[in-house]
């Protein structure tokens, strides 16, 4: 299985909503990443997390917060958010550890706040 | 600070006419350099990675090519079914692990 799953493929919510994006890669792969990405514009990394450890948040803003529940699995829970988080939210993998991978992309999850 | 600039921005091209894609990037110490493909609305697509200069990878109708400064993304007889987007990124040592910098894309249009 070469894959990594997003769900859901679309999002709508509003600004005082709760949501979360889910991903799952079933590869073995040890890092996991989430990116944002707006309209032609490369993919902007938020976090970064290693043998199941956040290693690298890009001074994201608090109403996004992510967790990675085991090796396979990585949320994005969503709160408070603005019409400005408005993207296509991706997220990826890759082998991880202090080797420097290709990442291995999702679909996306399309977000749109109201 | 790491930078990539590609270019062209966007580049149109009939079936069969071949061309590349360039990636000028700077770096204190490059570890690796990746190439990925993008259709509108979907995530990247890995296509190859490159270490040393002088090391080339092809795949169908593609092959990239690194240096010290830049990297090259040839397309050979192009089919409109290679329209995408294409993203090159660069790990750099001291880099934390993981991150990537990215360049803004070459958008390719392949007409029939």
């Known amino acids: 299985d070469t894959e990594v799953t997003q769900t859901p493929k679309h999002l709508v919510m509003g600004m005082t909503n709760k949501k979360s994006l889910k991903c799952e890669q079933h590869?073995?792969?040890?890092?996991m990443y989430w990116y944002k990405q707006k309209a032609k514009k490369p993919p902007e990394l938020m976090f970064v997390y290693s043998y199941e450890k956040l290693s690298i948040n890009e001074s994201v803003p608090s109403r996004f917060s992510p967790e990675c529940p085991n090796s396979s699995l990585l949320n994005l829970h969503l709160h408070a958010l603005q019409p400005e988080d408005s993207a296509l939210y991706l997220c990826?993998?890759?082998?991880?550890?202090?080797?420097?991978?290709?990442?291995?992309f999702g679909p996306g999850t399309r977000l749109t706040v109201l | 600070e790491d930078q990539v600039t590609q270019s062209p921005e966007a580049l149109r091209l009939q079936e069969g006419e071949s061309s590349s894609l360039n990636c000028s990037y700077t770096v204190s110490g490059l570890r690796g350099l990746f190439w990925y493909r993008q259709d509108p609305g979907k995530g990247p697509e890995f296509l190859f990675t490159l270490y040393s200069a002088g090391e080339e990878k092809e795949k169908e109708r593609l092959k990239a090519t690194l240096t010290k400064k830049e990297s090259f993304l040839h397309i050979t007889a192009p089919k409109p079914e290679d329209s995408a987007t294409y993203l090159c990124a660069v790990q750099a040592v001291g880099t934390n692990a993981g991150k990537s910098t990215f360049g803004d894309g070459t958008t390719l249009t392949v007409k029939p």
């Open positions: 590869m073995g792969h040890r890092a």
């Open positions: 990826a993998s890759s082998q991880g550890g202090q080797i420097y991978n290709e990442q291995f």
